[in-house]
C-alpha cells in the first residue's frame, strides 16, 4: 500500500519520508485512520482521504495495492462553536487569543485526561502540539498549533478557523468579559502614579482584574492589528 501525503501535512512524517510518499504493509485488521496515523499524522488534521482516487472514511480496511492519498483539512474549518482549551504548553497563545477576544480556557494544571474531559463537556477545541494527545479516541475535537512562538502560533489558529474577533473585550488572565468602569469604581485597586495619569479603565467581570491603556498598550495594539488584518488564506510555516 502506498501513502501519498499533502505538502501541508509532510512535517509530521519522519525525515526520510518527507517527500510525501510512504508505503505500509497491510495487515488485513487496522483502518486507514490507523494506517495514518502510524505515519505520524493525527487524525485531527486529516481533511480527505481518497483511495484508488475514491473517497473513504478513516473505517476503512485498506488492501495490498492499494494507493492512499491523505490531504490535509480544509481552511478555514467550519465549527459548531468558535471555543477553545489550551495545553499547558500555550499559555502565551492564549493570552494573545483572549486579548483579540477569541473565548480561550486555559489552565497550567491540567493533566491529559482532565483537558479531554474538559473539552468534551465544553464543546471547546483542544488546541496542543502534543500529537499523542490528539490521537486519543475519546477526544471530541482537536487542533495540532504550528509554529515555535505565539505570534505564529496565534495567526495558525486564526488561519484554521477564522473565529470572529472582539479585541480589548476579554481578561487576558481569566478569559472573563470586560466591561467599562469610572474612574471611581477602581480608584482604590490603582497605584498612585496610574492614578494620576490614566483616566479610562476597564474591569473583568470575573476576576476583577483592571485594565487600562498604559506603557505596553503599543505592543499589544500591534498584535491586535496583526490579527485583524486580511488574511491571505495562505497556511503558516510548518514547525513542529
Not at 501513502?3 to 485488521?29: I, K, S
Not at 459548531?80 to 499547558?88: E, G
Request: glycine fraction near 8%; hydrophobic fraction near 40%; aromatic fraction near 6%.
Amino acid at each position: 500500500m502506498e501513502l501519498r501525503f499533502g505538502a501541508e501535512l509532510r512535517f509530521f512524517l519522519a525525515p526520510a519520508n518527507r517527500a510525501g510518499t510512504v508505503r505500509m504493509a497491510t495487515d488485513g485488521a487496522s483502518s486507514l485512520g490507523h494506517v495514518v496515523e502510524s505515519a505520524g499524522v493525527p487524525l485531527t488534521e486529516v481533511g480527505t482521504l481518497h483511495v484508488n482516487d475514491r473517497p473513504e472514511r478513516p473505517s476503512y480496511q485498506p488492501r495490498p495495492g492499494n494507493l492512499v492519498r491523505v490531504e490535509a483539512v480544509s481552511r478555514p474549518q467550519p465549527l459548531p462553536a468558535p471555543m477553545f482549551l489550551l495545553d499547558v504548553h500555550l499559555g502565551a497563545l492564549a493570552r494573545r487569543m483572549r486579548l483579540v477576544g477569541v473565548d480561550t480556557a486555559y489552565s497550567n494544571r491540567l493533566g491529559d485526561d482532565a483537558l479531554i474531559d474538559l473539552a468534551n463537556s465544553a464543546g471547546r477545541v483542544l488546541l496542543t502540539k502534543d500529537r499523542g494527545l490528539l490521537r486519543r479516541r475519546k477526544l471530541w475535537l482537536g487542533a495540532y498549533v504550528r509554529g515555535a512562538r505565539a505570534d505564529e502560533q496565534l495567526a495558525d489558529v486564526l488561519d484554521r478557523f477564522a473565529p470572529p474577533l472582539a479585541p480589548w473585550t476579554r481578561c487576558v488572565a481569566c478569559n472573563g468579559p470586560l466591561a467599562r468602569v469610572t474612574k471611581g469604581e477602581v480608584e482604590a485597586q490603582l497605584l498612585p502614579g496610574t492614578r494620576r495619569t490614566y483616566d479610562d479603565f476597564c474591569r473583568c467581570a470575573s476576576c476583577g482584574r483592571v485594565y487600562w491603556r498604559g506603557a505596553h498598550s503599543r505592543r499589544l495594539a500591534a498584535i491586535v492589528a496583526a490579527a485583524t488584518r486580511p488574511r491571505g488564506g495562505t497556511h503558516p510555516s510548518a514547525t513542529a
